[in-house]
């Protein structure tokens, strides 16, 4: 049951998002100092997805280098999860079906059961949800230390192993909002119709950011 409280905090989470109008920056920050023409500037560090290497249902490497200059949704997962992992899928759909065709904006979901989920097998799942695009959802797999780490201390996330959570893992149920700078925008409950739509305008509202920026 572990993993449905974690969903209820991101999903507090995700609802904070909506206090401002530019959207949070999530994670920690640190600050540094530095001389420019004789004064002292103050500048924060924000907490930053990393560079990463995985491979996706067409058999590709998949790296930090693909999602630049892009928005993406990033999620954890595996095909025979018996529990939320369904639920997330059709919410996530609802998320594909907007966004298709949007060069910008991506989608990524990690497996956390690589030693089931090949990419062959990623591959028949992605063809039954009806994803046709791999560059624009892609579903990834690689070491399992490797795509628990992102996930707990870059995604901010539970992922991982449980033998005594139902199919043997545990995950949350969460979308993950990141920036073009890498950076983590919003989090939001993948199991209801309320954080879809919720992480749907927030899209928007960074599209509107860069825009606004320019």
């Known amino acids: 049951m572990k993993y449905f409280v974690v969903v209820s905090l991101l999903f507090v989470l995700g609802s904070c998002s909506q206090n401002t109008d530019r959207l949070p920056i999530l ?86 059961d690589p030693q089931h989920d090949t990419p062959t097998v990623l591959k028949q799942y992605a063809n039954d949800l009806g994803v046709k695009d791999a560059k624009q959802w892609m579903f990834v797999t690689g070491e399992r230390e490797k795509i628990y780490d992102i996930g707990e201390h870059h995604y901010l996330v539970v992922a991982g192993a449980d033998s005594t959570a139902p199919g043997g893992y545990i995950h949350s149920g969460a979308f993950i909002l990141i920036d073009k700078e890498k950076r983590v925008r919003g989090m939001y409950n993948g199991t209801d119709d309320e954080g879809t739509k919720r992480l749907l305008a927030d899209i928007e509202r960074l599209k509107a950011e860069y825009k606004n920026a320019q």
Not at 60 to 76: H, L, W
Not at 88 to 102: A, C, H, P, R
């Open 27 to 112: 994670g920690e920050r640190d600050t540094i100092k530095r001389m420019i023409e004789g004064k002292e500037v103050v500048d924060t560090v924000y907490h930053t997805i990393p560079d990463f290497k995985f491979v996706n249902q067409d058999g590709d490497t998949v790296t930090a280098q693909n999602f630049k200059d892009k928005i993406y949704v990033a999620d954890f997962f595996f095909t025979t999860c018996p529990t939320i992992c369904p639920v997330m899928k059709k919410q996530m759909l609802k998320v594909y079906d907007k966004i298709k065709g949007q060069p910008d904006v991506a989608i990524l979901s990690h497996t956390i």
